[in-house]
């Protein structure tokens, strides 16, 4: 047997991308996946990571390039794929919901060999699991889930599993069951089955990858034997290093603390706070859980006290049937109201007063606030809340979807509005952005987990404490 | 939105045409007294309409089902407080202001503290709101005092009195929603209640109101309603319930919330009226007659939807 011929890959990307109309997802990947192989893959929310992994299970089609799997298509190639967000059918058990996915589970009888292979895969996987093949799946723990979905994902049959995709599969096991799954894919790697394995807890990564991939931009750009990295090394391999020195001068005399939550969020006036970390670490829930406390759902007279701009602008900001006018007003509506009337006139002065300082590209304010561009319309949203005149402004990675041009425009705008004594609280997952804060609070499973000021922060600083660098569980 | 085609025009050119369809078969001679009898009982429905379209604005799953019993309770309450004597029409007319407020905020407080559907809140408190209306008659037919009943049946200038309350309601909701803040938060919140919340719009404030404003609408029905034919009576507010909700639709109102038409409530309840007595004087029996009426709303709200979606 001839050892140096590298096996056959299960999976092979050439020149692979992928568009989502006028935004490259991912552009230009080579990859491919061998037999015995525990491929490591990193990287920023947004580097593009899923459009590959989705590549890979087929789930998408690539829009240049080629995806090739060892036998015709992902399913007969054993390509099994864990995703992030749990994906059983709760109203199922356990075993039922392996018909889902194992297609050669047919007849009257389907549901004995499910059962033997789901217990037969939680034993192997996650031995002394406790977990009954009968249970409901929605009467089962979140932890419990998770064990679930990944157990399925290494049971026999259906093709059997040669390529697993496990995403963040340790987001809510404990540090044990943890360990017994990095265990598993050891196991698994060495028996001659593929792995590609992704989370943000690097030291899960180091221990059980044979291989690490940077991805970022929509690009791969490094791909070593484990070996080849350090910690530290992997963390700049994920960032930009490049930082503008244009950062302005800042204020160093503190105006009073306005904002002290009880999870430790403090911002004083005419400062701009950021929060960073990854995407969905909770800080958009702090930034609304604030605001509902110091907002009424009962009175809407009086000055405002906070203002809040969206940046799921469908979700929470915009209000489709309406004018540019009536959208720009409604926070500030109480200012603009005179015996319970909307004074009207003073409402189109104040939409077309912006329009000319925010650069709202339109001729007439009264037209509906849909025929805007998706700028557009979040500066609509921005003057929405600066026109309120509110001390503290609270900011939901309001930059989504804005062209370059736009970002600049606003930077200047908060940088202004801070230096008259307004504070911003402004969530992002661009570090850029949180380089032009005072002061960046970094979030990481809902909690505050750093604290950088200054010229502390810096994309390496806030890409380090986003991510757990220590312990490897179990 | 522009143009001379409002929405609202196409309820009242249903209207339009249904009046002379029956025109033309009853002859030219009944035609004034088919419109003073329009006008007359499309106000009972105005009245009810424009509560419900506040409630409807409010956004899917909003809407008020106990208009029948607040009618029905304020009615008989008003009535045996008065007990027919004159000089206490005030008293009445505000003791039933005072039952639409109370129904009202028994509504909302159902909504808000049990957090049950508003269509199960306002369905739930219809029966208690009925069970104190049947409790307090006890069978009892109280007339009104004379100068109301004289008042609800009267015109002044060639139209009814009671047409002239409706249309004052009419105008005054349509300042509340075309030009006060309460409407701009209401159809703010029918739009997208959580984007209304998070731009400061005091979300339940205003669905407190208007729950209240919806109740007092009803009761203020009820209170004309009993005063005009002689007496209250316990199934007084019945066919009430499908009325609102369907001159609110006919007349051009989103009925997934956020954009209400106020004009539109006129035009629909006139055509809702004249549909029924155009059917009558075809000489078809009430089974029959039930059949068109739904039919005609189904197709004006198929037609009404379809239009929006293609739009």
Redesign the interface.
């Known amino acids: 047997m001839d050892l140096s011929a590298a096996p056959a890959p299960i999976v092979a990307l050439a020149g692979a991308g992928r568009s989502f109309g006028a935004v490259r997802a991912l552009a230009g990947v080579d990859l491919s996946i061998a037999p015995g192989e525990c491929l490591g893959l990193v990287g920023h929310n947004g580097a593009g990571k899923s459009t590959l992994v989705n590549l890979v299970t087929g789930a998408l089609a690539p829009s240049e390039g080629s995806v090739r799997h060892a036998a015709g298509d992902p399913r007969a190639s054993g390509v099994r794929w864990v995703a992030q967000e749990l994906s059983l059918a709760p109203n199922l058990t356990v075993a039922e919901n392996l018909i889902l996915t194992q297609r050669d589970l047919r007849g009257l009888g389907w549901r004995n060999p499910a059962r033997a292979r789901i217990r037969a895969a939680l034993d192997r996987v996650f031995p002394d699991h406790g977990l009954d093949a009968d249970a409901t799946v929605a009467d089962l723990t979140l932890a419990q889930r998770q064990m679930a979905e990944i157990a399925m994902a290494f049971a026999e049959g259906g093709p059997d599993p040669r390529l697993v995709i496990l995403d963040e599969p340790t987001s809510s096991l404990d540090a044990s069951r943890a360990g017994q799954l990095l265990e598993h894919v050891r196991r698994f790697r060495d028996g001659g089955g593929a792995i590609v394995f992704i989370s943000h807890i690097l030291g899960e990564v180091f221990a059980v990858a044979t291989r690490i991939v940077v991805m970022r931009d929509g690009r791969i750009v490094d791909d070593r034997p484990a070996g080849g990295f350090t910690r530290s090394g992997l963390v700049e391999a994920m960032g930009h290093v490049v930082r503008g020195g244009d950062r302005t001068e800042r204020r160093n005399d503190k105006g009073p603390e306005v904002v002290a939550t009880a999870e430790g969020l403090r911002a004083h006036a005419g400062e701009v706070v950021g929060l960073a970390g990854l995407a969905g670490h909770g800080q958009a829930e702090a930034l609304a859980r604030l605001f509902l406390a110091r907002t009424s759902a009962w009175r809407g007279r009086g000055p405002v006290p906070v203002a809040f701009v969206a940046g799921d602008r469908a979700r929470d900001g915009v209000l489709p049937l309406w004018s540019i006018a009536r959208n720009l007003s409604l926070a500030g509506l109480s200012l603009l109201t005179r015996a319970g009337l909307v004074d009207r006139g003073a409402e189109g002065a104040l939409a077309r007063d912006w329009r000319g300082r925010i650069g709202i590209r339109t001729d007439d304010v009264d037209r509906p606030i849909l025929s805007l561009s998706g700028g557009n319309q979040q500066k609509v949203l921005f003057a929405r809340a600066l026109a309120t005149e509110a001390p503290i402004v609270l900011m939901d990675d309001p930059m989504r979807g804005v062209d370059v041009g736009t970002k600049a425009e606003v930077y200047d705008m908060i940088r202004a509005e801070a230096a008259r004594g307004r504070t911003f609280l402004w969530y992002s997952t661009e570090a850029e952005e949180m380089t032009l804060c005072d002061r960046a609070y970094v979030f990481r499973n809902g909690r505050i987990a750093a604290e950088l000021a200054g010229a502390e922060i810096t994309e390496e600083r806030l890409l380090a404490a986003s991510f757990e660098m220590g312990e490897v569980p179990g | 939105m522009s143009g001379l085609v409002r929405p609202w025009s196409w309820a009242f050119a249903a209207a339009g045409l249904t009046y002379a369809a029956t025109v033309a078969l009853t002859g030219v001679q009944g035609a004034p007294g088919l419109l003073v009898a329009t006008l007359t009982f499309a106000s009972f429905s105005v009245l009810v309409g424009l509560g419900q379209m506040a409630v409807i604005t409010l956004g899917p799953g909003n809407v008020d089902l106990s208009i029948p019993a607040v009618m029905t309770l304020a009615g008989t309450l008003s009535l045996k407080l008065m007990d027919g004597a004159a000089g206490t029409e005030a008293w009445g007319l505000l003791a039933a202001l005072g039952i639409g407020l109370g129904a009202g905020a028994a509504n909302y407080a159902l909504i808000l503290l049990l957090r049950i559907p508003p269509i199960i809140a306002t369905l739930s408190a219809s029966f208690m709101f009925q069970s104190l209306a049947v409790w307090s008659n006890r069978g009892l037919r109280i007339k009104p005092p004379d100068t109301l009943a004289t008042f609800s049946t009267g015109a002044t200038l060639g139209m009814p009195n009671l047409a002239w309350i409706a249309l004052l309601a009419a105008a005054v909701f349509w ?1 509340l929603i075309e ?4 409407g ?2 209401l ?2 919140i029918g ?2 209640a ?13 669905r ?1 109101a208007t729950y209240l404003l919806s109740a007092v609408m009803a009761a203020l029905a009820g209170f004309w309603l009993a005063c005009f034919s002689g007496g209250a009576a316990l199934n007084m507010g019945a066919e009430y319930l499908l009325m609102s909700i369907a001159v609110v639709v006919i007349g051009g109102s989103s009925i997934a919330g ?2 209400s038409n106020v004009p539109g409530i006129w035009g629909a309840a006139m055509f809702m009226f004249l549909i029924v007595s155009m059917l009558n004087s075809y000489g078809l029996g009430a089974g029959v007659r039930l059949i068109l009426t739904g039919a005609v709303i189904i197709a004006i709200v198929a037609a009404a939807s379809g239009r929006r979606a293609a739009a």
């Open positions: 300042v030009r006060s803040a309460y701009r938060r159809s703010a739009q997208n959580r984007a209304a919340r998070l731009a400061g719009v005091p979300v339940e404030g205003v407190a956020g954009n």
